[in-house]
Nanobody, 123 residues
Framework: QVQLVESGGGLVQAGDSLRLSCAAS????????MAWFRQAPGKQRERVAV???????YYGDSVKGRFTISRDNANNTLYLQMNSLKPEDTATYYC?????????????????WGQGTQVTVSS
């Protein structure tokens, strides 16, 4: 069992930056593919960024060039650096873990989820 706890959300203005963190329990974090998803009210859950156990990254088109996903395997922590935030980035952001070295773009292929952290960007 893996527990994921997100932090770092908040209310910011357009153009600001935030860094989200996801602390993971367990000793095999380094073997998991990890991802950030987000969900806005009335919308489907959207993949934001994924990172494989080996550090391969992939970003959704809406965040490419603005967001950076990274991981610290020594401290079992996943990060999402978000720059140049826009009002359309407003959502609940979720950290997810997949028991695989390989990433997946599909939310239903992730095995563990955090409770989410709210990000609100005002215009």
């Amino acid at each position: 069992q893996v527990q994921l706890v997100e932090s770092g959300g908040g209310l910011v203005q357009a153009g600001d930056s935030l860094r989200l963190s996801c602390a993971a329990s367990g000793r095999t974090f380094r073997n998991y593919a990890m991802a950030w998803f987000r969900q806005a009210p009335g919308k489907q859950r959207e993949r934001v960024a994924v990172i494989s156990s080996g550090g391969f990254t992939y970003y959704g088109d809406s965040v490419k060039g603005r967001f950076t996903i990274s991981r610290d395997n020594a401290n079992n922590t996943l990060y999402l650096q978000m720059n140049s935030l826009k009002p359309e980035d407003t959502a609940t952001y979720y950290c997810a873990a997949r028991i695989s070295w390989v990433v997946s773009p599909r939310a239903d292929q992730y095995d563990f989820w955090g409770q989410g952290t709210q990000v609100t960007v005002s215009s």
